[in-house]
């Protein structure tokens, strides 16, 4: 079965920078779009980017983009998620996901990760 698989996550101060990862198994992903969500305490879980796998379009949420860079390494099934200038608002767990088509909206997404949690210190 599909299992995408999350790590890296931490404790980091303001300023700093993380890099998460995702590694991917279970089937073929070329169709798909491997992305990064969150969910902070009491908030709603939302769109932070994704990457096509074949072709490697990205798309980012404004908020991260110039701060966040998505990637992904087809030999190794893994997708990235390096944060830089990370805020307390960044706090949150990650979520790494997979789904067909380009979208930010979470439903369209198939499969998920068990999360990641990230969180930025003051």
């Known amino acids: 079965q599909v299992q995408l698989v999350e790590s890296g996550g931490g404790l980091v101060q303001a300023g700093g920078s993380l890099r998460l990862s995702c590694a991917a198994s279970g089937r073929t992903f070329s169709r798909y779009a491997l992305g990064w969500f969150r969910q902070a305490p009491g908030k709603e879980r939302e769109f932070v980017a994704a990457?096509?796998?074949?072709?490697?379009?990205?798309w980012y949420q404004d908020s991260v983009k110039g701060r966040f860079t998505i990637s992904r390494d087809n030999a190794k099934n893994m997708v990235y998620l390096q944060m830089n200038s990370l805020n307390p608002e960044d706090t949150a767990v990650y979520y790494c996901?997979?789904?067909?088509?380009?979208?930010?909206?979470?439903?369209?997404?198939?499969?998920w990760g068990q999360g990641t949690q990230v969180t930025v210190s003051s």
């Open positions: 996901a997979a789904g067909l088509g380009r979208s930010s909206w979470a439903p369209e997404f198939d499969y």
């Open positions: 990457i096509r796998w074949s072709g490697g379009d990205v």
